[in-house]
């Protein structure tokens, strides 16, 4: 007996394939094409900002204007640019110093409490980002408890003020908001380590902590690379954790810079906005190829 042919089978996957196909347009690439449109666009009379969706009309005086904010003589983005940087660096590198510890006791040492601390991890996913972010305000208020415990150890004389601008209140609401993400992912890859391997690195004479650095560590390489890409993709456009933790200029992020130029000055910036959404975008791209062929080796190095 001979299968169905071979159109019969291109037709059964086109027809899975669409509902994503037709998502991913509707969502990614009709968007991504209206930013196109406004970048390249120019303002009415009125200063509202005008799509073109012609390319062959597309205008380059958005994108001038946006590399003189970020070089130019007066450029005031890209000292932005690099404390955005420098803030996602610090807080990734927390994240997983907090993060691969917990994944780890999780996926080696809870033992019949597996389940347990899995709901423990998954728990802050159901509370929004905003409602915990609101949460931390009320503790790290001047007479928050966060104050009251520091005081009542001795280790402050007075209250600080942590949402004052505090570029460490930035830092570490971005680890608070983020890292729940990567103990996840850290934790996936940590549990489908085959444990023999482990024991046959202890059978050979290592110790724990030489199993850990030349077993466990190398082969938990791709879930520590994938859930750094899951965390620092997001914390790079952020602008939600700086305006509810500190909102000063002094501590502004790359995404305060997109956001006020979309929502403000009556849409006049829009324009240099969505130029920089896309330059964004772009910057945002290397460490997506990056993940994508260091996966390809590592899946084909395991073959």
Known sequence: MTGPPKSQHRLFWAALAA???????????????AILAIAGGGLDIFGNPVAVWNPLQWSSA?????????????????PILLRTVL????ASVISLV?????????????GRRKALFL??????????????????????????YVNKVLTSLHLISQPVDWLGGMWI???????????????LVLYAGLDRIDQALIEAGRDLGLGRVRTFVRVTLPMSRQAILT????TVLPMLGDYFTNQLLSGTTGTAMFGNVIDDQLTSSGGVLEGQGAVFSLLFLLVLIA????YVVATNRSSRGAT
């Not at 803030?87 to 610090?90: F, N, Q, R, S, T």
């Not at 983020?178 to 103990?183: A, F, G």
């Open 19 to 33: 509902p994503g196909i037709i998502w991913l347009a509707l969502l990614f690439i009709v968007p991504f094409y």
């Open 62 to 78: 958005n994108l001038t204007g946006a590399w003189h904010d970020v070089a130019g003589a007066s450029a005031f983005a890209g």
């Open 87 to 90: 803030y996602v660096a610090l």
């Open 98 to 110: 907090i993060a691969y510890p917990a994944a780890y006791f999780v996926a080696r040492f809870s």
């Open 119 to 144: 709901i423990l991890l998954v728990a802050p996913f159901w509370i929004s980002y905003m409602m915990r972010m609101l949460a931390w305000i009320d503790l790290l208020q001047t007479n928050g």
């Open 169 to 183: 209140t930035v830092v570490l609401g971005l680890v608070y908001g983020y890292i729940p993400y990567l103990i």
């Open 227 to 230: 859930g750094m890409l899951i």
């Open 287 to 290: 460490p997506m190829i990056y």
